[in-house]
């Protein structure tokens, strides 16, 4: 009788085992590369993404989500990784975090080691990192992964009936093209992504990840998104005509060379409009994604994340790029639905970081959370609309001629304050609550000069300089 006892639990245990490796959740991952906030959702005026705002209705929006560091490699390095820059020691497109840490464990490596068929279509890790695999950024960490493929040359520009002209001496380039969507990357990659999950081991799970490439420069989309943006009704943002005067010298556009400032109204206009263009199209294509997913019965058991590396500004303090330390290109989007969940359509104030991605998946999937990781579970966030995980969000950045000034910056629910080389190059210090926008530098008020303290302190403390 004993030994029946003994064996009926294991029996069980076994069982129950089985089922929950059967029933694990599937994680579609959908990045796109230097969006800001810019999506109807998240309350732009003119932005057009349908298919994102219906995937916000039944997901949870996190509205203060930031990156490490507002530049490709460093931002996916940091993401994928779960570690810090501080850590990674990745701060521009060049560094190999590979190289850096050999013995990484990225996201994707550890869901493959954990019984994931992967799979990578598009721009998750930085394109060519490390150097010379074409198809496999992470060779670990992927059973599939789609190559690198120049877009050039796009197709013939179409006659636009705006005649404002582009290119790096004039502004930003962007361009008209006639055609459907797959005749760019982005649109291939969906299509590609589609065909995985038709052809995929249907005994194991899936993590698949697609980046798309807009609305990364050059701002280049079928004309159809072009035609969704009237540019009469394209608006500037506004500001205060002092608003760069209190801006220490690095945080300032003339910081970072290589794309001219767009010279005249009607070029920012342009700019801003082909911008939102490729916003669009990549709403169009994670519409495809989700569609495909929801024809092939997989939604009931599948986590969607869409989130973005960093931001991008679109004139705000005069700045047409990213690589900044302001609200504009630290903040991202970051939309989470998880099978079955009762709280869709709600937004999360509380601060979030992209290294919250690695222990997030792991925890809602069920597989261990590596010891490493250094960002924290979004599990309490998405039931309690009062919860939080984080008292402050970093981020960090280099700009200059030779990225020869280093930043680093603490947004808590109410400031924001910034360093260059540690305040000897320019601090800054924005009231959230009274100044969103951040518009006007408190750093040198004697009012706030305990607040600044607290906050330059935490800083030091958590972000010591990066030793390359």
Not at 17 to 40: F, G, H, I, Q
Not at 206 to 217: E, K
Not at 327 to 337: D, G, K, M, N
């Amino acid at each position: 009788m004993k030994t029946l006892l003994f064996i009926l639990p294991c029996f069980l245990c076994v069982s129950w085992t089985v089922a929950a490796e059967t029933k694990r959740p599937n994680v579609l991952l959908l990045m796109a590369d230097d969006l800001a906030a810019t999506l109807s959702c998240y309350g732009h005026p003119q932005a057009k993404t349908p298919n994102l705002d219906a995937l916000a209705k039944r997901s949870v929006l996190f509205s203060r989500a930031y990156c490490q560091f507002p530049h490709c490699n460093p931002s996916r390095a940091s993401m994928m990784s779960g570690l810090r820059p501080n850590t990674t020691r990745v701060t521009n497109n060049e560094d190999n975090l590979y190289k850096n840490i050999p013995e990484v464990l990225t996201l994707p490596h550890h869901f493959r080691n954990n019984g994931y068929a992967t799979a990578r279509c598009g721009k998750i890790f930085h394109l060519g990192v490390p150097s010379g695999l074409e198809s496999m950024d992470d060779p670990q960490a992927w059973d599939f992964g789609t190559p690198f493929k120049s877009e050039l040359p796009y197709p013939p520009k179409r006659e636009s009936s705006v005649k404002v002209k582009s290119g790096k001496k004039q502004g930003l380039g962007w361009q008209e093209i006639p055609g459907d969507d797959d005749q760019l990357v982005d649109g291939n990659f969906a299509k590609t992504a589609i065909e995985w999950l038709g052809k995929r081991d249907q005994d194991k799970p899936f993590f698949l990840a697609v980046g798309f490439h807009r609305p990364h420069l050059p701002l280049v989309a079928p004309a159809k998104y072009f035609d969704l943006y009237p540019l009469e009704s394209i608006t500037l943002p506004e500001a205060p005509a002092d608003d760069e005067a209190d801006i220490p010298a690095p945080a300032r556009n003339g910081a970072v060379p290589g794309y001219a400032l767009t010279a005249t109204p009607e070029q920012r206009r342009a700019a801003i409009r082909a911008y939102l263009a490729c916003v669009s199209y990549v709403d169009a294509q994670a519409g495809r994604l989700l569609e495909a997913i929801k024809q092939m019965g997989l939604d009931d058991n599948t986590i969607i994340l869409f989130t973005s590396d960093h931001g991008w500004h679109l004139g705000e303090h005069g700045l047409w790029h990213k690589r900044s330390l302001f609200e504009e290109c630290a903040r991202v989007p970051f939309i989470l639905h998880t099978p079955g969940m009762k709280t869709g359509g709600q937004q999360r104030q509380g601060l979030i970081e992209l290294l919250d991605v690695y222990p997030t998946l792991c925890e809602l999937c069920g597989v261990p959370v590596p010891t490493q990781v250094q960002g924290l579970s979004l599990r309490p966030l998405l039931n309690d609309p009062e919860a939080t995980i984080h008292d402050a969000a970093f981020t960090q950045a280099r700009r200059g001629a030779d990225a020869e000034f280093w930043g680093r910056t603490i947004r808590t629910a109410c400031w924001r304050c910034t360093e260059w080389d540690e305040g000897k190059s320019g601090i800054e210090l924005y009231d959230h609550d009274k100044d969103p926008r951040e518009y006007t530098n408190l750093a040198s008020d004697p009012q706030h000069a305990e607040v600044l303290k607290d906050l330059r302190s935490r800083l030091a403390e958590k972000l010591p300089p990066i030793i390359k």
